[in-house]
């Protein structure tokens, strides 16, 4: 038997889904903004270190030089995303949420690897004797608040692609009837508008109705 995905109307089962998920977006602008401006931080400071000749090993220096350039680019590539995320939440395109909904399946993929390898490393060097009752319970701790990042991510990512399929089926539909001619107009958000005139359909039916004659008279030929 197979299960389908389940589509949420609601975000957090109590409020709307387009506006819950913009006030996350927004939330995530908030976070990525605070890691930007402390990340930063700690790359002027290391670099003001290096050049006011402080003694510290080249190595380190170079080590903390390169996990900062790491980190900062990753929440800044993040607070791009979010906002493009935030401006096709705005603006109803979906899909401008399509691209920060492929982003975030990327992510949730890399955090899974990251959590593995993570455990792989810990699981080789576990060793009961070297291992305190508070290093057991931080470990739980960490491993634990990894499996919710995760639970959070997967949710969020059911919700965006919630919000594609309602603005995929939401399509837009007008009739225009006019004196000289009649129109029929259907709109979408990801397809171009298809424009169906009385007079295509006069012509399409004149075409049936030569054909069905050339087809009588065939007939009564035989």
């Given at each position: 038997?197979?299960?389908?995905?389940?589509?949420?109307?609601?975000?957090?089962?109590?409020?709307?889904?387009?506006?819950?998920?913009?006030?996350?977006?927004?939330?995530?602008l908030?976070?990525?903004?605070?890691y930007?401006?402390?990340?930063?931080?700690?790359l002027l400071?290391?670099i003001?270190?290096?050049l006011?000749?402080i003694?510290?090993?080249?190595?380190?220096?170079?080590?903390?030089l390169?996990?900062?350039?790491?980190?900062?680019s990753?929440?800044?590539?993040d607070?791009?995303?979010?906002?493009?995320?935030?401006v096709?939440?705005?603006?109803?395109?979906a899909?401008?949420?399509?691209v920060?909904?492929?982003f975030?399946?990327?992510?949730?993929?890399?955090t899974i690897l990251l959590?593995?390898?993570?455990?792989?490393?810990?699981?080789?060097?576990?060793?009961?004797?070297?291992?305190?009752?508070y290093?057991?319970?931080n470990?739980?701790?960490?491993?634990?608040?990894g499996?919710?990042?995760?639970?959070?991510?997967?949710?969020?990512?059911?919700?965006?692609?919630?919000?594609?399929?309602?603005?995929?089926?939401?399509?837009?539909?007008?009739?225009?009837?006019?004196?000289?001619?009649?129109?029929c107009?259907?709109?979408?958000?990801d397809?171009?508008?298809?424009?169906?005139?009385?007079?295509?359909?006069?012509?399409?039916?004149?075409?049936?109705?030569?054909?069905?004659?050339s087809?009588?008279?065939?007939?009564?030929?035989?």
């Amino acid at each position: 038997m197979k299960g389908e995905i389940p589509v949420c109307t609601r975000c957090c089962f109590c409020l709307p889904l387009r506006r819950g998920l913009l006030a996350w977006g927004y939330l995530k602008l908030i976070v990525d903004t605070l890691y930007i401006a402390f990340v930063s931080d700690s790359l002027l400071e290391t670099i003001l270190y290096s050049l006011n000749g402080i003694n510290r090993p080249s190595g380190l220096l170079y080590s903390e030089l390169t996990v900062a350039l790491i980190l900062l680019s990753l929440f800044l590539t993040d607070f791009v995303a979010t906002t493009i995320f935030v401006v096709g939440g705005h603006t109803k395109n979906a899909t401008l949420i399509r691209v920060f909904y492929i982003f975030s399946i990327s992510i949730f993929v890399s955090t899974i690897l990251l959590i593995a390898l993570l455990f792989s490393l810990t699981v080789s060097d576990l060793s009961l004797q070297s291992f305190t009752p508070y290093e057991w319970l931080n470990l739980v701790v960490s491993y634990s608040a990894g499996f919710a990042i995760l639970v959070i991510q997967c949710y969020f990512i059911l919700l965006q692609r919630s919000e594609i399929i309602k603005l995929t089926k939401n399509c837009q539909f007008s009739f225009v009837n006019h004196a000289a001619e009649a129109a029929c107009t259907m709109r979408c958000p990801d397809e171009e508008a298809i424009h169906v005139t009385q007079a295509e359909m006069k012509t399409e039916r004149e075409t049936k109705d030569e054909q069905n004659e050339s087809r009588k008279l065939n007939e009564g030929n035989e």
